[in-house]
């Protein structure tokens, strides 16, 4: 008779399990795990353009100065350009590591986890410095040394020279001020952050 059967439970479409998916807390953590991760990738391609953009700009002005076109003074453009490309890429590595720190102790707590595998691996600071400091050192600050030191072997040419060495000396200083605490830091595992609590 109409009415005495079942009631036929309802149909999922498969747009509403993907919500019911992201409305789980497992599946709020690994979306915020995607949405982390694109910006990781986004901020690591910036990265490296702001790496390549700094290699052009050294090639470019060191080939100007060795062509005799332009003076050794041009070598001053080095520590403004590289001092400010590095404040940038920087930036964008403590935000990377900041996303990193939150992803191993706060929102990934599934087994295995690449983060907590990837602090452990080497935790020395001599491996910090050897592998990731000094290339970067290299790149951003190495020029810039350079070009404050050959200029004033060659000789200030002016007013103007002297105000851009000073600015160029200045700009390099706070470039070091903020790297080298960030790059002496210690990583702390999500194991030290657990027992800090």
């Known amino acids: 008779m109409p009415g005495t059967g079942p009631t036929p439970k309802p149909e999922h479409s498969e747009g509403t399990e993907e919500v019911d998916a992201l409305e789980s807390p497992e599946g709020a953590r690994l979306a915020e795990f995607s949405a982390l991760r694109a910006e990781v990738q986004r901020r690591s391609t910036t990265q490296q353009a702001l790496v390549g953009l700094n290699l052009t700009v050294l090639a470019a002005v060191a080939g100007a100065v060795a062509s005799s076109d332009v003076g050794a003074d041009f070598l001053l453009v080095l520590p403004l350009v590289s001092s400010v490309l590095g404040l940038f890429w920087l930036d964008h590595a403590r935000n990377i590591e900041l996303i990193g720190s939150y992803i191993a102790n706060e ?91």
């Open 107 to 197: 929102l990934w707590h599934w087994e295995p986890s690449w983060e907590s595998y990837g602090r452990n691996l080497n935790t020395r600071m001599s491996w910090r410095v050897l592998e990731f400091g000094l290339p970067v050192s290299l790149v951003f600050v190495g020029g810039s040394v350079a070009a404050l030191v050959l200029t004033v072997v060659e000789g200030l040419g002016g007013r103007g020279a002297y105000v851009l060495w000073a600015l160029g000396l200045a700009l390099v200083t706070a470039y070091l001020a903020a790297w080298l605490p960030f790059l002496t830091k210690q990583r702390r595992g999500p194991r030290d952050v657990t027992e800090t609590r």
